[in-house]
């Protein structure tokens, strides 16, 4: 016998090889049968199809900017609302400090502040959270005319630690509006539907897109997973001497 078939002979897969490769492959595809026949006698609806699938197959549906309303969105809505967590676990609040004087400016001491509130121009807006597990923390802003901006995206929160975010304050424009803010809070993870979203509300191009997709997913899915303070501001007026 030559080198070249010893070689080949002692290299090639054994038959208990073989047969495990087989009864895993046998497995597999017993699994992705009933998934589908589960799914077509409708005892799992599409999202659980998807995760279902997931599980046996490994890889996940991109979650970064997917279709509104398509399955892939619906999976991955249902995902992101399973990592959120109760800003009200985390004693969150809002802290209000009124500008006094202009020029130098001088401000009041902070004091909490309850959705519907009113609020002046030139006002600033602080969270603070005591976190009892480690997280994440998203504030966003959303003004009359539908359009985001992200306070914080990536602050990252650990346990036992006290937070005033963010630092210096969110002054307020003095201009007549409504003010929304959003005040998220996740599992210390990668959550692409946000960061992505977030990530490129400054782009010129793309950015009024990012916050309709952040509309579709505050007004929707992830209704019930943030706290809402909803503020309405007026000019800010010089106090008068008496």
Same mark, same amino acid.
């Given at each position: 016998?030559?080198?070249?078939?010893? *070689?080949?002979?002692?290299?090639?897969?054994?038959?208990?090889? =073989?047969?495990?490769?087989?009864? &895993?492959?046998? !497995?597999?595809? !017993?699994?992705?049968?009933?998934? !589908? =026949?589960? *799914?077509?006698?409708?005892?799992?609806?599409?999202?659980?199809?998807?995760?279902?699938?997931? +599980?046996? %197959?490994?890889?996940?549906?991109?979650?970064?900017?997917?279709?509104?309303?398509?399955?892939? =969105?619906? +999976?991955?809505?249902? $995902?992101?609302?399973?990592?959120? %967590?109760?800003?009200?676990? *985390?004693?969150?609040?809002?802290?209000?400090?009124?500008?006094? $004087?202009?020029?130098?400016?001088?401000?009041?001491?902070?004091?909490? !502040?309850?959705?519907?509130?009113?609020?002046?121009?030139?006002?600033? %807006?602080?969270?603070?959270?005591?976190?009892?597990?480690?997280?994440?923390?998203? &504030?966003?802003?959303?003004?009359?005319?539908? $359009?985001?901006?992200?306070?914080?995206?990536?602050?990252?929160?650990?346990?036992?630690?006290? +937070? &005033?975010?963010?630092?210096?304050?969110?002054?307020?424009?003095?201009?007549?509006?409504?003010?929304?803010?959003?005040?998220?809070?996740?599992?210390?993870?990668?959550?692409?539907? &946000?960061?992505?979203?977030?990530?490129?509300?400054?782009?010129?191009?793309?950015?009024?897109?990012?916050?309709?997709?952040?509309?579709?997913?505050?007004?929707?899915?992830?209704?019930?997973?943030?706290?809402?303070?909803?503020?309405?501001?007026?000019? =800010?007026?010089?106090?008068?001497?008496?």
């Amino acid at each position: 016998m030559s080198l070249q078939s010893q *070689f080949q002979i002692q290299n090639a897969p054994s038959g208990p090889t =073989w047969q495990r490769i087989g009864v &895993l492959l046998t !497995i597999l595809s !017993i699994l992705v049968s009933v998934v !589908i =026949w589960r *799914f077509q006698l409708g005892l799992i609806g599409p999202i659980q199809a998807l995760q279902l699938c997931e +599980y046996v %197959l490994g890889p996940k549906p991109d979650c970064t900017a997917p279709i509104l309303e398509t399955e892939t =969105w619906k +999976y991955c809505t249902e $995902n992101l609302a399973t990592q959120t %967590l109760d800003p009200i676990v *985390f004693h969150t609040k809002m802290l209000h400090r009124t500008l006094l $004087n202009l020029n130098p400016a001088i401000y009041g001491p902070p004091q909490p !502040i309850s959705s519907g509130a009113t609020l002046h121009g030139g006002d600033k %807006l602080q969270v603070s959270l005591d976190p009892p597990v480690a997280a994440r923390i998203y &504030l966003l802003h959303r003004d009359a005319s539908g $359009n985001f901006t992200a306070f914080l995206s990536d602050q990252h929160l650990k346990v036992g630690q006290q +937070y &005033l975010l963010p630092k210096g304050g969110i002054q307020l424009y003095n201009a007549e509006t409504n003010d929304k803010f959003y005040v998220i809070v996740a599992a210390d993870d990668v959550h692409p539907m &946000l960061d992505y979203q977030i990530g490129v509300l400054k782009d010129a191009t793309v950015g009024p897109a990012a916050s309709k997709r952040l509309a579709a997913l505050l007004d929707g899915p992830l209704v019930g997973h943030y706290l809402l303070f909803d503020y309405q501001t007026k000019l =800010w007026l010089a106090p008068t001497a008496n």
